[in-house]
């Protein structure tokens, strides 16, 4: 088992991601959100590693709470690492972010990814464990 902290007071619980691209590698400050149901970063980011849109395996759409309608497209990362483990061939969600942007975030890691961990969060003293 091993343990990560994240900030309690921070409005979203914030873990770090290193994503392997066609370019280079790089780490992203991510939402670890149960509540999307896919990986999905910020166009710049995704760019800035070596994806494009001429890359996309597909045109994807995501809605938001508001239910407004974002349009976006679906990568392939080579790899991508969270809390000491690896995942090949992982399908990213390109879409642009800006008001994450702002506030120095790159995304969100979804469920497709959280679901394959076993863990244990500990809110109130800020505290992941992964088995």
């Not at 390109?94 to 979804?110: A, C, M, P, Q």
């Amino acid at each position: 088992m091993r343990e990560f902290r994240f900030r309690r007071d921070d409005e979203f619980p914030i873990v770090r991601v290193r994503i392997t691209g066609p370019r280079k590698r790089g780490t992203l400050r991510m939402v670890f959100d149960t509540g999307a149901g896919t990986t999905q970063v910020h166009t710049s980011m995704m760019e800035k590693y070596g994806f494009s849109a001429a890359m996309a395996s597909q045109a994807i759409s995501a809605h938001g709470p508001a239910g407004q309608i974002q349009e976006g497209y679906l990568v392939v990362a080579p790899k991508i690492e969270v809390f000491g483990k690896e995942f090949l061939d992982t399908p990213i969600g390109v879409y642009d972010f800006d008001h994450f942007e702002r506030i120095g975030l790159h995304g969100l890691l979804g469920w497709d990814v959280i679901r394959q961990l076993r863990l244990e969060m500990d809110g109130p003293e800020g505290i992941l464990r992964v088995h």
